[in-house]
């Protein structure tokens, strides 16, 4: 009687093990992030915060000293390692390049009557450069139209020093570090709405802040003690319960202006709303160069420049 064939013994070598998966510098930052957070070691020097940003914003008593202090700031652990690992561990289309990795300060003429706020430096951006909106293409489009309007020298923004400067024109951010995600929490930017008060104090002759936005709308509202008066009709009289709320914020929406209250003996300003000029944006067309410049055409008139 003919045997049935047994299974061949079981072998024990183990399968090849699959290629390993590519972990990109922007992946292996935000994994170290985690990591660090979940063991915090006690010899960093961003375990604990320990920067005081009204403070240190509040003491400069001009542009130049707050642009200096800007990039020592420390108040946010998770924003300086993010920004740092970063600027260490650089794509291969930047090896070469030394990052600037910190808090970036504040940009333009500091007799600026225009301000334009954005939401925070890019991680390959300003994070690599060192100023606001420069070496990405976000700052491509917004330089090139500052530039057709009369407000730039140049429409080109690669480096500092590269020669640009701007007429008029002050380029600040709602964040200054670069986020994880282009995502500040609501805590990073609060830290960071010291230092876009304290330029708003020293621009004196201030008349027209461009937001390009929802944060960046938001983050410019909070600046300031009232609600812009258009943020709600008058409650009537004859019903006090309504009286004593709380007047809405003014919402966002592109091309809408708003008057923003500031104190006695300032110039009067006008709030002025503008999709952000991320590619996103721009190359879905929710913002054309028209429709930027169209915005600029109109600070420019509102500023007297």
Known sequence: MAKKPTAPPASDEKAPPKPARKVTPGALAKARIVAEAASPSPSSDTAAPGFDTYAAATACDSLTALEALIPTCSACPRLR????????????????????????????????????????????????????????????????????????????????????????????????????????????LTSCRAFLLRELALLKNLRVVIVLGAIAHEALLLSFPTPAPEAEPPASTSTPSKAAKRPKAVKFAHGATFPLPREPGLQALTLMDCYHVSQQNTFTGLLTPAMLDQVLQQARTLAQL
């Open 81 to 188: 390692s993010y920004c740092q690992v970063v600027a260490s561990e650089k794509t291969k289309r930047f090896a070469s390049e030394e990052f600037w990795g910190r808090p970036v300060p504040g940009f333009g003429d500091p007799d600026a009557r225009i301000l334009i706020v954005g939401l925070a430096p890019a991680a390959l951006g300003a994070n690599r450069t060192g100023r606001l909106f420069t070496g990405d293409r976000s700052g491509d489009f917004l330089y090139a139209a500052l530039h057709r309007v009369g407000l730039a020298s140049q429409a080109e923004s690669s480096a500092r020093g590269d020669g640009l400067t701007l007429r008029g024109v002050y380029i600040s951010a709602a964040g200054r570090c670069a986020p994880p995600d282009n995502r500040p929490t609501p805590e990073e």
